[in-house]
Nanobody, 115 residues
Framework: QVQLVESGGDLVNSGGSLKLSCAASENIFNFNTMKWYRQAPGKESEFVASINVVGKIQYADSVKGRVTMSRDGSKKTIYLEMNSLKPEDTAVYYC?????????WGQGTQVTVSS
């Protein structure tokens, strides 16, 4: 069973930075795509960023220019580096991965940005 474990969430001040990690239980190049989603209280889940097996990265417009997604195959980990954080970035951030139609989710990590 594939496991995804997020970490790195924290309480930060507006304008601050955080780097989230998502560690997979297997080779991340087995996955077609890995993504970051977030869900704020009372809101629907929102796509944040994605990387596919060949390394193409896409970002949501809401975070473009402030967020960098990366990966380290040797550590079986993907990252989400977030800068210039805003209170509206407050959410639980989830890691997602898929192998064809099989989808996997992490448990989430809380990011809180105080104004």
């Amino acid at each position: 069973q594939v496991q995804l474990v997020e970490s790195g969430g924290d309480l930060v001040n507006s304008g601050g930075s955080l780097k989230l990690s998502c560690a997979a239980s297997e080779n991340i190049f087995n996955f077609n795509t890995m993504k970051w989603y977030r869900q704020a209280p009372g809101k629907e889940s929102e796509f944040v960023a994605s990387i596919n097996v060949v390394g193409k990265i896409q970002y949501a417009d809401s975070v473009k220019g402030r967020v960098t997604m990366s990966r380290d195959g040797s550590k079986k980990t993907i990252y989400l580096e977030m800068n210039s954080l805003k209170p509206e970035d407050t959410a639980v951030y989830y890691c997602y991965a898929n192998i064809l139609s099989r989808k996997y989710w992490g448990q989430g990590t809380q990011v809180t940005v105080s104004s």
